[in-house]
């Protein structure tokens, strides 16, 4: 196991070098340049020469590259130019990085939470009204877009009821206590529950919206892999064997429909940050996918080459998780 991991993350640092070299290729071929995003439309020929060559962009393109990927292996990705100017790439990262991850692992939360126990009770009623409706309502989830999914939502329980906040991670007049930068974490930590409940009510309309494509994709494998485990030969040997119903869910069902479920789940994940770029931009939420969407907009290099990295190494990561995770739920793969 512990050879498997290790090659694993010898191969993450093969993929990141190589997307990095793509990265740094392909933002230098848009159009404008980092030149235009420092000096701006107005800038003259001179100036423009004269920050070109103090950059370091006269160089050829692998030149370029290794100077950056050096300063990079020691944590400096250059200065933000619109999503945060005056701070750097990493402090931009670092100050929203826990935004999204809190986003995310209540987004991934709910999913699972509603996504397996509802798959698994739809393919025991097969056929009947609840595994109907729930088939039309995952069809529905996965065909909604995400940023309509998250207008709705805004607009009825935070402007219609005012049930819930629309914006922000955290109410301004809240005098918190900022230990690690997840807003939750930090209230519970300090025992300011007032903090801690503002900012979970902050995340649960953003992450209602951005659960409902994991949701979706989680109850319909969820279902499938239970359909095909129930009409295995074993389960009706051990139904015939007199074992109960809840010890033949457990041992026979569940954990040998885990395995796709699993898989489902990593993948969701690590896509996560692709829903977070447009579910952040409604309800302004200050996370990385704000960051990426401004990033965008105002040709902010530096901050999207450290937050695309930053992005393909969480999704390696999670996946490699998800491998080692096998292990653990089906022995028999530890042998191959």
């Not at 159009?31 to 100036?47: I, K, M, W, Y």
């Not at 301004?172 to 025992?191: E, H, K, N, P």
């Not at 931009?281 to 530096?302: C, H, K, M, S, T």
């Amino acid at each position: 196991m512990l050879r498997y991991v290790v090659r694993r993350l010898l191969q993450l640092v093969v993929v990141i070098l190589v997307l990095s070299l793509l990265l740094f290729a392909w933002l230098r071929s848009l159009p404008g340049g980092p030149v235009s995003a420092l000096l701006g439309e107005r800038a003259t020929e001179e100036s423009r020469r004269a920050l070109t060559a103090q950059l370091g962009l006269d160089q050829p393109i692998f030149v370029q590259y290794f100077r950056f990927l050096g300063r990079a292996l020691s944590g400096d990705f250059g200065n933000s130019t619109g999503v945060a100017p005056g701070s750097t790439a990493m402090e931009v990262f670092s100050q929203r990085f826990p935004a999204t991850i809190e986003l995310s692992v209540l987004a991934i939360i709910i999913a699972v939470l509603l996504g397996i126990p509802l798959g698994y009770l739809a393919a025991r009623r097969r056929g009947g009204w609840f595994d109907n409706l729930s088939v039309i309502g995952s069809l529905i989830g996965v065909a909604v877009p995400v940023f309509f999914l998250a207008f709705l939502l805004k607009y009825l329980f935070a402007v219609q009821l005012g049930w819930l906040p629309s914006a922000g991670r955290q109410t301004s007049g809240i005098d918190a206590t900022r230990v690690t930068g997840f807003f939750v974490l930090d209230g519970i930590m300090t025992q300011e529950w007032d903090a801690a409940l503002d900012a979970l009510l902050h995340l649960i309309l953003p992450a209602m919206a951005l659960a409902t494509i994991p949701f979706a994709v989680i109850f319909r494998i969820t279902r499938a892999a239970v359909l095909d485990v129930l009409d295995e030969d074993y389960v009706r040997t051990a139904e015939s064997k007199g074992l109960t119903t809840p010890v033949v869910r457990r041992r026979h069902v569940l954990r040998n429909a885990m395995l796709p479920v699993v898989t489902t789940i990593g993948l969701q994940t690590g896509a996560l940050l692709a829903g977070a770029v447009l579910t952040e931009r409604v309800f302004g939420y200050p996370g990385v996918g704000e960051a990426l969407a401004i990033g965008f907009e105002r040709r902010d290099y530096p901050v999207l080459q450290l937050l695309i990295i930053i992005a393909a190494m969480v999704y390696v990561l999670v996946n490699l998780l998800v491998d080692v995770s096998y292990a653990l739920i089906d022995p028999r793969i530890r042998t191959r």
